[in-house]
């Protein structure tokens, strides 16, 4: 996954995120593209950025699980052991989201997609963000996801993300499992990363 976090590039990346700008970032996978849950017109952009249809949420970062109670209604009780397992890692849960959260969040679903992500750099980002933050893939919608600063770059030409924090090439592979677990029983949205037989549910 690179080397070490860069705490210069961390921290101008945070301040750009903080006044309401889009970065690109390095996960575990692939790029994604960052912005704070606080600033609408920033989680806006992103559709913007990406060509997004407006109906698909956002999914999100957190830095730790204190966070949760800023953007779900419940913790359902699988949801523990999940945790436990898979953060952080690419597994995407799906919890019942608080209400009046920003539409670009959850839409119309009343639900929100979230993870910790393992990659040191997204750690260190959404850490020093002080805030949850979107992790969608930093790539045109319908177009293959981007693993270099390159090719963030190649794909997102108009507009552009306001900073792309280059860590060097990310693992790629597929992209997060993403685990609905608002429902009984849980189910699987997107098959990722994680082996579904690898999933307690099952």
Known sequence: MGLSPDPILIQQATGIIK???VVAFPTETSYGLGASIRHIHALERIYVIKKRARNKPLLILISDISQLVLLVSRIPPVAVSLIKRFWPGPLTLLFPAK????WPLCGDT?????RISSHPWAQALVKALGDPMTATSANLSGYPSTYTAEGVADQLRSPVPDYILNSGPTPGGAPSTILDISTVPPHIVREGAINPNALLFR
Request: charged share 25%; aromatic share 0%; proline share 8%.
């Open 110 to 114: 009343k639900k929100i997609g979230i």
């Open 19 to 21: 006044r309401g700008g």
């Open 99 to 102: 209400a009046g959260l920003p």
